[in-house]
């Protein structure tokens, strides 16, 4: 009912007045009511004693009768004398009384004992009147007045205390309502610091006017603040600290307590998995690794206590590739959590596996004419006497060694081309006068072949790129479209400029890449028809040089199928502009 | 009644890494089924023991639950459920290893090219989409989701029968791997089964969250 202060304090202040008041006019009621009576029965004593002086002095009766009369009138009081039987001797008004009644009258009664007899009563319909008898020598005098005239001066007093005390009341409260606002402002302002304290506004401070019980409540109150909020600031400056380290990571890290339930995570986690950001907190580690593997490492991990690296293999939602993640798992002493990194080494993991497949691939490259040639070597060495037979076999080991020292010039081409450490220097070049010497080298193979080279362009185009690199890719792809084409076939070269890219597209008639193995062309050592590829001297690196190339000049290369018939077409867009 | 939530716990553990195990078979026997790579679809094969000694586990820690501890409401039907569910992601590791087999066999062949090589792909990447969806939802409690994996269930329904004819229209004219389009038929009968059995899971997802039972109705 009374939950502020304020409201306490009035009300108590309230009651308090309200009782003294209370009391007040109840004991001003009484004091004045028992003040009154006394003066008139002192004045109702005097008037008897008068009237019993008279009575006295007076022997002639008629003389006796009118002077009562008159006394009677002035006095405004009745008069009545009676002889000891109640038989009435004087009467100063008409009502008749009979002898019993009067002499049973209370006041009567009270006179035979008392020097006076009072009564205050009700006389039939008429108010209340205050009799007074005095018994004398012969007679019974009694005198009566109206009692109405005494209450109506009490209820008067009274109302007049009733009506000064109401305007006081009233003055209090206003005075009180003013005092508890005054004494209540304090603990407001308080209850007001506390509450927008907890609602995190560390800042707010109390203003302090006198150092009385409350001020110092408020000095101790502001201190309590200020360390308060300097605690926090320094917590949170550890805690921005730690998440922004946690943040910057690019490795999934996973916080988990002792429930395995995740309590922090951070942007590389879903980075790692590729999956879509989401609230993690209070999941369980399990519902956001999707791969039975890692739960049972780290379940595991966290049994006993060690801690524990290991790789795996995750599927992707959308694809059907795979992906390799190293997950470290290390539990946080007493067992009360664990934390764990994820880190992605797909290309780390596929780039070891193409490493050892290179090598294979290579040294069995380099076996096959090694293999040849010894054999041919060998057979020399045991004497062959027909010439003609000799030189037979040495163009034989002369192809070979060809083949060898094209494959040996294509790994360093694509060592060269793979290590970053060489930089291209990047010039603006024209790109017809490269075009022209690549033709100029690779003619005369092309006429061995019967193949026409069909320059299909005109305008000069200029672009800002790495002339050695741009040769070597037009090269060998001119150089493969001639040796994988058909006698008197075509070589066609077209090139344009479409806004910010150069088109390049060679075209031949050759015997095409069936549709399935188009991807794997650009892989190392792989060729469509080995016993073709080794006819030429193909190495099967060629296209992986041209991939690689490209990508350091920021271009594209495609390849697909000849829209004229048989051969096929590579497509590469080089940028006009590298920053 | 502390004992009955670590249960329910430990039993919805088992069911998640149960359903990893057989999230991943799908996605791994797809990869090879579409690679051509005999070496990862044995694998596959090999990996189903897991899924079936977990199926066990998981259908005796229910009955441990229903026997012991009478659980009631969300408890009751969260166990029921999930009973329910291993079933369904059981079956789907065999349809995997159907896959699988299926690859090894089509890829005796050096001659055949899987036809249609594009459309199949969307079909395996609509299941796959859905199986994920399905473990997501269940993990999230998530009714909407799963009512979204049934609705989407018509659409694999649709291209399976589109692809069906397209392959028989094919296997006429090409005589020759008569035997290999039947595999491929099979790869993917068994890819539109994996789909209905995901819509089963989403059914009884829906039953937990709700306690309504929507199988055999019109959604």
């Given at each position: 009912m009374f939950k502020t202060f304020r409201s306490k304090v009035n009300f108590s202040y309230f009651m308090l007045f309200f009782l003294v008041f209370i009391s007040m006019i109840i004991s001003i009621q009484i004091f004045l009511k028992n003040a009154l009576m006394r003066d008139l029965k002192a004045k109702m004593v005097d008037n008897i004693m008068v009237v019993k002086e008279i009575k006295d002095n007076v022997n002639n009766s008629k003389v006796l009768q009118k002077r009562l009369s008159r006394l009677s009138k002035i006095l405004n009081i009745k008069i009545v004398l009676a002889n000891f039987k109640g038989e009435i001797i004087f009467q100063s008004y008409k009502k008749k009384i009979s002898p019993v009644d009067f002499l049973n009258q209370s006041e009567i009664v009270q006179s035979e004992k008392k020097a006076y007899g009072i009564c205050i009563r009700?006389?039939?319909?008429?108010s209340k009147e205050y009799y007074i008898a005095l018994k004398d020598k012969k007679v019974y005098i009694r005198i009566t007045k109206g009692f109405n005239t005494v209450i109506g001066v009490t209820s008067d007093a009274v109302q007049f205390v009733y009506i000064v005390s109401g305007i006081f009341l009233a003055v209090f409260l206003i005075i009180n309502y003013i005092l508890a606002n005054f004494l209540s402002f304090p603990v407001r302002d308080i209850v007001n610091f506390t509450k927008r304290f907890k609602q995190g506004d560390y800042n707010v401070r109390l203003p302090v006017y006198k150092l009385d019980e409350l001020g110092l409540v408020k000095l101790s109150l502001n201190y309590l603040a200020k360390s308060v909020s300097n605690n926090i600031e320094s917590i949170s400056m550890q805690k921005m600290r730690l998440e922004a380290i946690v943040k910057s990571v690019s490795e999934g890290i996973l916080l988990l307590d002792e429930d395995q339930k995740i309590f922090l995570n951070n942007k590389g986690f879903f980075d790692v998995l590729e999956i879509e950001e989401t609230?993690?907190?209070?999941?369980?580690?399990y519902e956001a690794i999707k791969n039975s593997d890692i739960i049972d490492f780290v379940d595991d991990s966290m049994n006993t206590g060690l801690k524990q690296k290991a790789h795996f293999n995750i599927t992707l939602k959308g694809t059907f590739s795979v992906k390799t993640i190293i997950v470290t798992s290390i539990p946080i002493e007493d067992q009360k959590g664990c934390i764990l990194l994820l880190e992605d080494v797909t290309e780390e993991f596929n780039l070891q596996l193409l490493k050892r497949e290179f090598v294979s691939n290579a040294s069995h490259e380099f076996k096959t004419p090694l293999a040849i040639m010894k054999g041919y070597i060998e057979t020399l060495l045991n004497g062959v006497e027909d010439k003609n037979k000799i030189t037979d076999f040495l163009e034989k080991i002369n192809h070979n060694i060809i083949r060898l020292d094209n494959i040996i010039n294509d790994v360093i081409t694509l060592n060269k081309i793979e290590d970053y450490k060489k930089l291209f220097l990047f010039t603006r070049t024209n790109l017809n006068e490269l075009v022209d010497n690549c033709l100029h080298i690779l003619n005369p193979a092309a006429l061995k072949m019967g193949i026409e080279l069909k320059k299909d362009f005109k305008e000069k185009i200029s672009l800002k790129t790495s002339p050695e690199l741009l040769e070597i890719v037009l090269y060998n792809l001119i150089d493969n479209a001639i040796k994988y084409n058909n006698p008197n076939g075509y070589v066609k070269i077209h090139i344009s400029q479409k806004n910010d890219y150069v088109n390049i597209i060679i075209a031949d008639s050759g015997v095409g890449i069936p549709e399935l193995q188009r991807e794997k062309v650009?892989?190392?050592?792989?060729?469509?028809?080995k016993s073709r590829s080794r006819e030429i001297a193909g190495t099967g690196l060629g296209l992986s040089i041209v991939k690689h190339a490209a990508l350091i000049l920021k271009g594209q290369i495609t390849v697909s199928n000849?829209?004229?018939?048989k051969g096929s077409v590579f497509e590469l867009n080089l940028p006009v502009n590298v920053e | 009644m502390k004992s009955l939530v670590k249960k329910i716990k430990r039993v919805t553990k088992s069911l998640l890494d149960m359903a990893y195990r057989a999230d991943e078979a799908v996605s791994l026997s797809l990869k090879s089924f579409f690679e051509g790579d005999t070496n990862l679809a044995k694998k596959v094969i090999a990996n189903d023991d897991k899924i079936d000694i977990l199926e066990n586990n998981i259908d005796r820690m229910c009955l441990n639950i229903f026997a012991l501890n009478q659980p009631v409401a969300i408890d009751l039907r969260s166990v029921l459920g999930i009973s329910k569910i291993d079933t369904d992601f059981e079956r789907i590791g065999d349809l995997s290893c159907i896959i699988a087999e299926r690859t090894i066999n089509i890829n005796k062949s050096k001659t055949f090219k899987i036809y249609p090589f594009d459309r199949i792909k969307e079909l395996a990447s609509l299941v796959q989409d859905n199986i994920k969806d399905t473990i997501e939802a269940y993990i999230n409690e998530d009714s909407n989701m799963a009512r979204e994996v049934i609705f989407k269930d018509h659409e694999i329904n649709r291209l399976y029968e589109d692809i069906l004819k397209a392959i028989i229209k094919r296997a006429n004219d090409d005589p020759d791997h008569f035997q290999q389009y039947v595999e491929v038929i099979d790869v993917i009968k068994s890819l539109e089964r994996i789909g209905d059995r995901a819509c089963n899971i989403c059914e009884d997802i829906i039953f937990i969250e709700t306690g309504e039972i929507i199988k055999h109705t019109k959604l």
């Open positions: 009700k006389n039939g319909n008429t609230n993690l907190k209070g999941k369980y580690f650009f892989e190392r050592f792989f060729t469509v028809n000849n829209p004229e018939g | -």
